[in-house]
């Protein structure tokens, strides 16, 4: 195991921490959706996870490193306990956190994620290829111009990872989601395979989580499933489960407002997390 690194961390508003984790590929940038909102009443960190954004290592690296560095993270911080908020792989590395140092986390906020992701993803062709970089520059040209979203973008790759294909899905793809596609290393994309096809799965150690959970996942999610998800949801003693119809693995984006209040719901209907 390598030794811990110093995340780079966006760090926002003050109060009970809140602990903030991508997913792949991705950055703390990524996680504004949720920081922006919860730093009014919240502390948020949303480091960039090793190999990730601003979090430079030239180190070969297994997912379990990534546990080491935010252990070190709190500890910097000298966080105590935090709630955590995981998206895709941020939600695999917030159970593993839960399941490795539990008196530290008060619980969870899982978004698109299983502890044995499943995907449902058709192959990729060079056509998907290249449609998915033209729709990519021409939106980062010009953020969620309907022209491109309707002749680029529903012929792209996005087309497995939204549903909604309006202007503020997209807006966020050319502000947060092409900088990290950009920023992310060959070692994470590596790490990140290794376990998959190592064949994760943690299903069996979900009954040790006694931290009330959060789940929240999309209906026609390719990336992980919500049968995964859903699987994973009923293994968690305390686990409250919430579904979202005609949205995909981005679904934060293409719905943030809904997916805030139900949230910041419940949130505030277990204030002793946040105590």
């Known amino acids: 195991m390598s030794q811990a690194l110093n995340l780079k961390v966006l760090q926002q508003g003050q109060g009970f921490p809140i602990l903030c984790l991508h997913g792949h590929p991705g950055s703390g940038e990524c996680m504004?959706?949720?920081?922006?909102?919860?730093?009014?009443?919240f502390?948020?960190?949303?480091p960039d996870l090793r190999g990730y954004g601003g979090s430079h290592t030239q180190e070969e690296f297994t997912m379990m490193d990534h546990l080491a560095d935010l252990e070190r993270l709190l500890d910097q911080h000298h966080i105590s306990r935090c709630l955590v908020l995981g998206?895709?792989?941020?939600?695999?590395?917030?159970?593993?956190?839960?399941?490795?140092?539990?008196?530290?986390?008060?619980?969870?906020i899982l978004i698109a994620t299983s502890a044995s992701p499943r995907s449902k993803h058709p192959p990729v062709t060079w056509q998907d290829e290249l449609w998915t970089g033209v729709a990519s520059i021409l939106n980062w040209l010009q953020p969620g111009r309907p022209w491109h979203i309707e002749y680029f973008g529903k012929r792209s790759l996005y087309r497995?990872?939204?549903q909604r294909h309006h202007q503020t899905?997209?807006?966020?793809?050319?502000k947060a989601a092409l900088?990290?596609?950009?920023?992310?290393?060959?070692r994470a994309k590596r790490a990140l395979s290794q376990a998959l096809r190592s064949g994760y799965?943690?299903?069996g150690d979900l009954k040790e989580i006694k931290?009330?959970?959060l789940i929240l996942a999309a209906e026609q999610d390719y990336h992980i499933t919500l049968e995964s998800s859903l699987m994973t949801a009923r293994e968690l003693e305390k686990g409250t489960w919430q579904s979202y119809a005609n949205a995909g693995h981005l679904f934060p984006w293409e719905i943030p407002t809904q997916v805030l209040q139900d949230i910041e719901g419940w949130i505030q209907s277990n204030p002793h997390l946040t105590r």
């Not at 504004?32 to 009443?41: M, Y």
């Not at 998206?87 to 969870?108: C, F, T």
């Open 32 to 41: 504004g959706v949720f920081c922006e909102p919860l730093s009014r009443q």
């Open 87 to 108: 998206w895709s792989l941020g939600g695999i590395l917030a159970l593993e956190l839960a399941l490795r140092v539990p008196d530290r986390i008060s619980g969870l």
């Open 169 to 174: 899905a997209y807006q966020y793809l050319a």
């Open 201 to 203: 799965d943690r299903h």
């Open 179 to 186: 900088p990290a596609y950009l920023k992310t290393s060959g």
């Open 160 to 162: 497995y990872l939204i």
């Open 43 to 46: 502390l948020t960190l949303a």
């Open 211 to 213: 931290c009330p959970a």
